[in-house]
Structure formats: structure tokens, C-alpha cells
């Protein structure tokens, strides 16, 4: 299976910060990789898919970048309902695999 | 605007079969080429996919539950199923359906159901 590992695992920050996650997959997957966000009791939400392709509905201060093996999720500017974890995913290789998921938390 | 429900028993025993059912609405399930997949997320932990019935047909299985899982579509009811045998308290998840395409993989999500596995 390709492991998927998200960093960092949580982080913390200020309304109006601009964020960064990492996601590294075990070996290239193209650009086979999407981003959901999930906030607490809540199904995930799609956000990104092809790696850099904004989900109908899905606000533009979400980015996604990357190919091969590293990808990144920016938002540009946070906001109170930014607050959540955050999970890659590949789509390359079966089985589909997620990373651990990062926690963004209000500093 | 496509939703899915889940629905199926909360709490199954030891060794027992699970159930879950996802209904559709707003969308056919027999029209169009759709992954109607199956992922679940144990207490306070990470996603895993379990797999999918594709295009109504063909199936994927995760290999770590291949022997224990099926599923199934039944387009007179616009439903789609899980069925995965053998369950132990490493089973107990929230389990959520999910509709597809072959662009966006994972589109549209259930609210999830909290299966628990005890005795």
C-alpha cells in the first residue's frame, strides 16, 4: 500500500494566518491526490482533487499543489470555520489510502 | 444536489454480520459511471477505505478486508450495501457511503454511522 504522511500532525494558528500542509506519498502518484476537510462529528468534505483542482463550491484562499510524491494544501488566510482536520488522499494505487490527517487549531 | 443516508444496526456482536445500507437521493444510482464506495474512521482515528461497486457492477475490495466484505447495488430502491462478516471490536468505526467519479473520487458523503461491535 503507499503510506501517506501528512505534516504536521496539528498546528496552531491565528485568524488570519496563512497555512501550509504537507502530504508525501511512499512513492510517485502523479497527480492522483485529493484533500478533504473534516470538522468534529461531521463527514469529510472534498475540497481538492488532481492535486490542485478547486471543488465546485469551495472558497479560493484553499490551494492545493504538487506531483509525483509532494503535495501542499495552503489556505491563504484562515478563518474561524477553517478550524479542523485536514486528510490527504491517494488515488493512484489500490487500496486508496489517507494520510493521518492534520489538526488546525486556533492559537 | 445528490445526498446519502446510511442506515444499518449501531451495535452488532462479536462474530456477527454488519449490514449498512446507503439510500441516494437526488440522483440515480444507475445512471452514470459512479463509485459508490465505503470508508470508515475508528474513534478518533484516520480514514480507511473499505471499497466500491462501480458502474453497478464491478467491485473493488481493500485486500486487508477482501475475505469479509461484499457489496451490492439494488437500483429498484436506489440503494447500495456493505456486508462485512466476522466482526470483532477492531470493527467498531463510523462507516460512511460515498458517491464518485472517476475525477473526483471521493464527491459526496454520507453523515457516517457509528457501528459498535460488543457483546
Known amino acids: 500500500d503507499i503510506q501517506m504522511t501528512q505534516s504536521p500532525s496539528s498546528l496552531s494558528a491565528s485568524v488570519g494566518d496563512r497555512v501550509t500542509i504537507t502530504c508525501r506519498a511512499s512513492?510517485?502518484?502523479?497527480?492522483?491526490l485529493a484533500w478533504f476537510q473534516q470538522k468534529p462529528g461531521k463527514a469529510p468534505k472534498s475540497l481538492i482533487y488532481a492535486a490542485s483542482s478547486l471543488q465546485s463550491g469551495v472558497p479560493s484562499k484553499f490551494s492545493g499543489s504538487g506531483s509525483g510524491t509532494d503535495f501542499t494544501l495552503t489556505i491563504s488566510s484562515l478563518q474561524p470555520e477553517d478550524f479542523a482536520t485536514y486528510y490527504c488522499?491517494?488515488?493512484?494505487?489500490?487500496?486508496?489510502?489517507f494520510g493521518q490527517g492534520t489538526k488546525v487549531e486556533i492559537k | 444536489q445528490v445526498q446519502l443516508q446510511e442506515s444499518g444496526p449501531g451495535l452488532v456482536k462479536p462474530s456477527q454480520t454488519l449490514s449498512l445500507t446507503c439510500t441516494v437521493f437526488g440522483g440515480s444510482i444507475s445512471g452514470g459511471a459512479y463509485y459508490w464506495s465505503w470508508i470508515r474512521q475508528h474513534p478518533d482515528k484516520g480514514l480507511e477505505f473499505i471499497g466500491y461497486?462501480?458502474?453497478?457492477?464491478?467491485?473493488y475490495y481493500n485486500p486487508s478486508l477482501k475475505s469479509r466484505v461484499t457489496m451490492s447495488v439494488d437500483t429498484s430502491k436506489n440503494q447500495f450495501s456493505l456486508k462485512l462478516s466476522s466482526m470483532t471490536a477492531a470493527d467498531t468505526a463510523v462507516y460512511y457511503c460515498?458517491?464518485?467519479?472517476?475525477?473526483?473520487?471521493?464527491?459526496?458523503w454520507g453523515q457516517g454511522t457509528l457501528v459498535t461491535v460488543s457483546s
Open positions: 461497486i462501480y458502474n453497478s457492477e464491478t467491485t
Open positions: 460515498v458517491r464518485g467519479t472517476p475525477i473526483i473520487v471521493l464527491d459526496y
Open positions: 488522499q491517494q488515488y493512484n494505487n489500490y487500496p486508496w489510502t
Open positions: 512513492q510517485g502518484i502523479s497527480n492522483y
